[in-house]
């Protein structure tokens, strides 16, 4: 719901930090969580990186279970997981404001050191993603930033918001997915730094400290991202008769993208350009492989998990 706000805010709390202890952290977002925050997000298995695998009852999930119902905020919280069918699986589960588990990302790819455990970590299936109650996100896992299907398989979905919980920073292995899908990513590292990119690909957030980082950031979850192709009048018209409610806030001369953001409330950029039948990029782009897939006779390239 827009009510008074302009565009889709989600305010996002990134905590990064190795080797601190289950009392510290939750403190931190004990304290985070009640200055007001829709989501935060903790780095890979934080509470015990060789220890062993909790259950969804175990003491990390049921401290910042009570913590999200508490402050009323989601909460990222990434463990060795260990469940009836696997020993270990290497997870992420999202509690929600009421401190309920809705959400669960198992670590499709995990790393090589991971199979050495006792017992080791067995590979995820599938990648979901959860409808917030203030937009799309999908979450992924350290090694899995070097596998695209990954990241493909979440922007199909209609994600808008990736998490990216992990050991180490990435950097620009993570910028390619934000180009090639337009979401936004933002991380949370046993590094103790954070990097948030933009729909467009752009970094626009580093931080990095010593101890422990507390990154805050509000992101826009209704901008909106175009190809120039086919959207040129529309734009143009959309533009000209609501002005006062959005702006053309970035155009990509050489990519031939633009990004369309409002600024007055109660306005939605997604269901205003609907109504001018624009085509977000994701979209073009998925259109554009369906149909020149049906020309060439047989699936080219595109396998998913």
């Given amino acids: 719901m827009l009510n008074e706000k302009t565009g889709r805010p989600v305010r996002i709390v990134s905590i990064s930090f190795n080797n601190k202890s289950l009392d510290e952290i939750s403190g931190v977002v004990d304290q985070e969580g009640s200055k007001g925050t829709d989501i935060i997000v903790l780095p890979e ?33 990434p463990i060795f997981r260990k469940t009836e069918y696997a020993k270990r699986l290497n997870s992420a589960i999202l509690l929600d404001r009421q401190g309920k588990v809705v959400f669960i990302y198992d670590k499709v790819f995990p790393y090589w050191s991971e199979f050495d455990l006792q017992p080791p970590t067995g590979p995820g299936l599938e990648a979901p993603v959860y409808q917030a109650d203030f937009g799309c996100i999908g979450i992924a896992i350290c090694f899995d930033v070097n596998f695209p299907e990954v990241w493909k398989r979440m922007a199909d979905q209609g994600a808008e918001l990736i998490l990216w919980v992990s050991a180490y920073s990435a950097g620009t292995t993570l910028q390619a997915h934000a180009i090639n899908h337009n979401y936004y990513i933002v991380t949370s590292t046993s590094a103790g730094d954070c990097i948030v990119y933009d729909i467009t690909g752009e970094e626009i957030f580093y931080e990095k400290s010593e101890g422990i980082n507390v990154s805050r950031i509000t992101l826009d979850l209704d901008r909106r991202i175009y190809h120039q192709d086919f959207n040129i009048e529309k734009r143009d018209k959309l533009l000209a008769e609501h002005g006062d409610s959005i702006q053309e806030e970035i155009f990509m001369e050489r990519e031939q993208w633009f ?4 600024v007055k409330p109660g306005v939605s950029v997604r269901e205003t350009a609907k109504k001018y039948g624009m085509e977000e990029l994701r979209d073009y782009k998925e259109r554009s492989r369906r149909e020149i897939d049906k020309m060439r006779g047989w699936r080219f390239i595109g396998k998913t998990i």
């Fill in 45 to 77: 298995t934080w509470n015990g990186e060789q220890g062993e695998p909790e259950t969804l009852e175990g003491v990390t999930v049921s401290r910042m279970a009570e913590l999200a119902e508490k402050n009323k905020t989601y909460i990222v919280c």
């Fill in 259 to 262: 990004v369309l953001k409002a």
